[in-house]
């Protein structure tokens, strides 16, 4: 199993970016997958979740700004940032569930910078 | 949204020592609870989940327990590699939420 995170970067506030996930070594169709983000020095904060189905669910703090997608077709999932604030600042992880919470394997994570 | 308290903060323990680090949820979370390593640097990892199961490849001196509110990951005999920081996560309803975490040294 491998997850490679990519499109971190540094972005303005008020700015959008995307983050993909690239997956395999798996059915990536079958699964569902989450986002979850780490600030400089801090906790594990979950943010999103796509079920097999795409099935959505969001985190208080970034739900309106932020969308969680797949393609089942190319094996990636995707993070769309929009609205960006400094405090999303923080790597961010895409980690695959064999059931609802339980996130059995990770990538290395997307470093995303908001400032100005 | 459900808190997970975490305990301790950090902690040292010897080569071989027998520790234990808490968690309680403010309402029954069920056994919808995983425990995850994260070393310095890298990314988590999964240890338990379901409160008790072993996550295929951890090694056995890690095990969890608890029911209801309160949990706990016990590592049986401390080893070098063990070292870095421990998070509990509910998944007992969404939106899903981590302890503080619990910084592990060898000391």
């Known amino acids: 199993v491998q997850l490679v995170e990519s499109g971190g970067g540094l972005v303005q506030p008020g700015k959008s970016l995307k983050l993909s996930c690239s997956a395999s070594?798996?059915?990536?169709?079958?699964?569902?997958m989450h986002w979850i983000r780490q600030a400089p020095g801090k906790g594990l904060d979950w943010v999103a979740y796509?079920?097999?189905?795409?099935?959505?669910v969001y985190a208080d703090a970034v739900k309106g700004r932020f969308t969680i997608s797949r393609d089942n077709a190319k094996n990636t999932l995707y993070l769309q940032l929009n609205s960006l604030k400094s405090e999303d600042t923080a790597i961010y992880y895409c980690?695959?569930?064999?059931?609802?919470?339980?996130?059995?394997?990770w990538g290395q994570g997307a470093s995303v910078t908001v400032s100005s | 949204d459900i808190q997970m308290t975490q305990s301790p903060a950090s902690l040292s323990a010897s080569l071989g020592e027998t520790i234990s680090i808490e968690c309680r949820a403010s309402e029954d979370i069920y056994s919808n609870l995983a425990w995850y390593q994260q070393k310095s640097g890298k990314s988590p990892q999964l240890l338990i989940y379901a409160a008790n199961r072993l996550q295929d490849g951890v090694p056995s001196r890690f095990s969890g327990s608890g029911s209801g509110t309160q949990y706990s990951l016990k590592i049986s005999g401390m080893q070098p590699e063990d070292e870095g920081d421990y998070f509990c996560?509910?998944?007992?309803?969404?939106?899903?939420?981590f302890g503080a975490g619990t910084k592990l040294e060898l000391k």
């Open positions: 070594g798996f059915t990536f169709s079958s699964y569902g």
């Open positions: 996560l509910q998944g007992s309803k969404f939106p899903y939420t």
């Open positions: 796509i079920s097999s189905s795409s099935g959505t």
């Open positions: 980690a695959s569930s064999m059931y609802y919470y339980v996130m059995d394997a």
